[in-house]
């Protein structure tokens, strides 16, 4: 087969990167890959790299996703329930692991020191994991790469990031040793969706006036993967984001008619063992300027005893885990940690509460869960991000290893001893709120989940012009990984 495939590639005048070629050798059909990998580049390459590849395949994934899920949301949209099937959430124990989270844990006062602390250790963890890819071989520190005239690879954190007017950008970067000014071409490879903060691998040359001209951008990024490796129990997951309590935009019927969904018994429902909410499990109080004139529960404590009176219709079997986001009475600063005992007491014992973000595995099967106040920074630096898709802002937490790399924006940082944001495992499902938005999709084997509201439109919404998606149940299955959309 290899030969076959040497022969495709050279009848096109491409070589191909030994790596990019192991890849195309281990799909099922390397020739139809091949074909497609040449349908979908927008340029023949001279050399295939394992770039192009994985570009090509994330098309591909988006593309056969993007029916799945639209498929998947037309299938369910006409269950009205009643049939009954042998697989039962209510069968199996609830098997929950909080693997990480700040809760307990906090470390910083806010000084100058814990912050030169914190981005050391981020330099470092991510950094690491920059130059353990293949293409960063050979990295020197910039001190030392200021000095070379030939090509340099350096690993460095982004103080800033500009457009030029010709469409190039230029990066002002550091590590321990020295900074250096970055001009990234407009065609450099990896060059898209620089933000202030991130930690990147830069290959280039010195060029003029001391700059270094990189023509290629290196990410931490995660593995590709083929397959969700998922549990051996038929018990699926859903995540019910942004309640926003006390609200007097909160969706009372569309929760009602949810709730009835739930107690149904129908295949789907009756198969989720776990409901997680990511966040803003309540409006709050004096988050926003004037919110006391959207508020129908005026009181913090009365927003989370109304949200237990709402949770008291989930079936017993179901279990169910809280996380905080920005609207949640506990310290903004991310990483958060899980809602204080004055307020959890309100709650059945069995409810369990964790840290924002949190790690945790459901039945063995990893979930990154952050609210995702981040999205509103991304969307802020960079002009192809928008909130028309957050699932594109959770693409690029992962490719960076980060869930809120910029300080400084609109998500408020807390300088811990460590950093908590790093995304140091690679999950199996990583789920958001906070943009009132549903989708879900698929990075190198991750499923991505938007996890919706249960707030209509409010005022800052319609003066933003946001458009918000409420009242629907990102339902993932974590025996097949199977993700599903329900709507209410
Ligand atoms: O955020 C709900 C939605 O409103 C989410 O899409 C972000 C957007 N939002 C909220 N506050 C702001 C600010 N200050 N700037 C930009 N966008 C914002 P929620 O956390 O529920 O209030
Ligand atoms: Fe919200
Ligand atoms: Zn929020």
Not at 450 to 473: E, G, L
Not at 475 to 485: H, K, N, P, S, V
């Amino acid at each position: 087969m290899r030969d076959r495939l040497l022969t495709f590639f050279t009848e096109k005048g491409t070589l191909v990167e030994p790596e990019a070629m192991d890849r195309i050798l281990s799909v099922e059909d390397p020739i139809e890959f091949a074909e497609s990998i040449y349908s979908n580049l927008e340029a023949k390459p001279l050399v295939l790299t394992m770039e192009d590849v994985m570009k090509v395949e994330s098309v591909i994934r988006e593309v056969t996703e993007e029916h799945k899920v639209e498929k998947e949301v037309e299938e369910i949209r006409p269950s009205k329930g009643g049939k009954k099937t042998s697989a039962n959430a209510k069968d199996f124990n609830s098997e929950v692991k909080i693997k990480k989270d700040i809760t307990g844990n906090s470390t910083c006062e806010g000084t100058i020191k814990d912050f030169q602390k914190y981005f050391k250790h981020r330099f470092r963890t991510l950094g690491t994991m920059v130059k353990r890819r293949r293409e960063m071989g050979g990295c020197i520190n910039i001190a030392r790469a200021r000095k070379k005239t030939t090509e340099m690879r350096f690993v460095c954190i982004v103080n800033s990031v500009r457009d030029t007017k010709s469409g190039h950008q230029i990066v002002e970067v550091e590590d321990e040793s020295d900074v250096a000014s970055v001009l990234v071409l407009e065609n450099a490879i990896g060059g898209e969706n620089i933000v202030p903060d991130e930690v990147i691998g830069v290959i280039g040359k010195s060029g003029r006036n001391d700059l270094i001209i990189a023509d290629r951008i290196i990410r931490p990024d995660i593995p590709s993967r083929r397959a969700f490796e998922g549990c051996e129990d038929p018990v699926s997951v859903a995540f019910v984001s942004d309640t926003h309590v006390g609200s007097n935009t909160f969706m009372q019927e569309k929760w009602e008619k949810f709730m009835a969904w739930m107690n149904n018994g129908d295949e789907i429902s009756s198969s989720i063992k776990y409901i997680v909410i990511p966040g803003d499990v309540v409006d709050g109080i004096g988050i926003y300027p004037r919110q006391d004139e959207e508020l129908s529960i005026h009181n913090i404590y009365e927003q989370y005893e109304e949200l237990v009176r709402l949770l008291e219709d989930v079936p017993d079997h179901v279990q169910i885990i809280i996380c905080p986001g920005n609207h949640d009475a506990v310290r903004p600063a991310e990483p958060q940690p899980a809602l204080p005992n004055n307020i959890r007491k309100l709650f059945p014992s069995e409810v369990m509460f964790a840290g924002n973000p949190c790690t945790m595995t459901l039945h063995d099967v990893e979930v990154l869960v952050y609210h995702g106040r981040s999205i509103d920074d991304f969307i802020g630096s960079v002009p192809s991000l928008t909130y028309e898709n957050p699932l594109e802002s959770m693409r690029e937490m992962l490719k960076k290893r980060h869930v809120a790399p910029t300080y400084g924006g609109k998500t408020p940082i807390a300088p811990e001893n460590e950093d908590h944001l790093v995304i140091d495992t690679v999950p199996d499902i990583f789920v958001t709120g906070h943009v009132h938005w549903v989708g879900v999709d698929e990075y190198n084997g991750v499923k991505l989940v938007n996890a919706s509201a249960w707030q209509s439109q409010t005022s800052y919404q319609k003066m933003r012009n946001i458009d918000p998606i409420p009242a629907m149940v990102p339902i993932i299955d974590l025996q097949t990984g199977r993700a599903r959309i329900k709507e209410f």
